[in-house]
């Protein structure tokens, strides 16, 4: 049975300083008040005026994002309204007053990284807010005590945790957004942000999922399904393609699940969203599990042979052995997979196919992994995401009979060397082909363009490359990437409608704000009052007043007791 430290929490709502007593403490103490004259203490209120003279959204902020492109999608809203609010966000986590840590609680790992970052930061005296999955399915872990934690559907109001952590003070928002009484996908999408590439734009479609995988720990944060309606979606794509965005990213627990609480579905949603794709510009799904995509096969067929909609899909199969699938609740089997890979195959020619796999599940035997290891070797998966299994506190597979630590070693190093020991790239040297300019390699010595078929093409870095669509021939392959050399005498094609934002500029803002802030009407450092707010001054205003009524109470003290 689970620990009460366990039970999910509807809402909580609190702003309390560490030192604060408990409801329990409050209530005892109230037994014995005796009421007593007030005594003249001006060095007493002088204190408090100095304790609340902190000025929120003047500090520089770091955060750091762990996970998913779901949850890189809150970090973009969250840095996005936290700088249109006046806050700088800051590359260098040493300048920065307060860490905002946003987690992943899919491993054991990701929870490690986070709760270290955590120590560090208190070591350095630093303010910190979390978010993320992490503290949202577990708030009253131990290490997270006395800590401001911003909920995954609240990200709308990580302006407010952060004005009060500066000060002090520990703020806790997990309730879940609800209209009549129903479950929403989560914050506005027309929200400020900040996006990580201003050419790509992470649209969360929905949360949660309708799946009770007994090792997910995510569930507990995300909870069911609850999906964004159509025309939200399609307005935040319109939206993005006008700052600029030439590739669009659509994410979620599993968006193959999309719309079945709303009563619509994902191919309604992907025909509409096609319609507003520019020339060029592209789209990529997310992840889907295999039951609900096979119901729309046919159509998703044909919306994944779209030119301007990759032919990739990521369809995680996790184990080929019917009876770990059962005993993981992923309520398909094997075959259900293959019937999704084998027609999409057929039905879109090239078509990539990316999976994860899950080593070392509980109760998996030598002859249920050698079932996962043939199906790799049927398919050769060009993108396999190789997990060890790891248990997570409060899931059904943290108490089942774990198979030993160095069985799960093994089996992961052997499907690891399978997978390098196919290049599913080497056919397609001499290959033309058209891709899209996106990003900057790692080692920063090539731009990183995708072709039709999501395959990873590094192309020469040529500042008229970026953000454009350009022909190449391939001339190498490697196990995770193809290089293409543009043809001589080709046209670069700008998918584009309009001009991509700068790195670490605010979306979201409206025309008339732009305007202001080119016309140097408003200060450089941009702070605005963006269309979402409710304020009529801007936040630099606000402050402004907020100091001149400190001052005016400190005089109204003075001659009270002057008079007094």
Sequence with gaps: MPSACDSPID??????????????????????????????NTQQTTEVLQADSVIPGMQKIWMRTWG????????????????????????????????????CTVKNPAEDHFRNSIKKAQEQDKKVVLAGCVPQAQPRMDYLKGLSIIGVQQIDRVVEVVDEAVKGHSVRLLGQKKDNGKRLGGARLDLPKIRKNPLIEIISINTGCLNACTYCKTKH????????????????????????????WLTSEDTGAYGKDIGTDLPTLLWRLVEEIPEGAMLRLGMTNPPYILEHLEEMSKILNHPRVYAFLHVPVQSASDSVLMDMKREYCADDFRRVADFLKDKVPGITI??????????????????????VKEYRFPSLFINQFYPRPGTPAAKMNQVPAQVKKQRTKELSTLFHSYNPYHHKIGETQLVLVTEESFDSQYYVAHNKYYEQVLVPKRSEFKGKMIEVEIFEAGKHFLKGRPLDGSKVFTPSIAEPLQQGEVSGLSQEQLSLQQNGSVPSSGVLTVSWSPWSLDREGLKLLSIGLAVVAILVVFMWEKLH
């Design 11 to 40: 809402d909580i709502e609190d702003m309390v300083s560490a030192d604060d007593p408990t409801p329990q403490e409050r209530q005892y103490a109230r037994k014995s008040i005796v009421p007593r004259a007030r005594k003249r």
């Design 221 to 248: 944060a995300r909870g069911d399904l609850a999906s964004y309606p159509v025309e939200e979606l399609v307005e935040r794509a319109r939206q993005s393609f006008q700052e600029g965005v030439c590739e669009i």
């Design 354 to 375: 990316a999976t994860d796999i899950i080593c070392g599940f509980p109760g998996e035997t030598d002859a249920d992994f050698q079932e996962t290891c043939d199906l």
């Design 68 to 103: 998913c492109s779901h949850n890189n999608s809150d970090g973009e809203y969250m840095a996005g309204q936290l700088a249109a609010s006046g806050y700088k966000m800051t590359e260098d986590p040493e300048e920065a007053d307060l860490w905002l840590l946003n987690s």
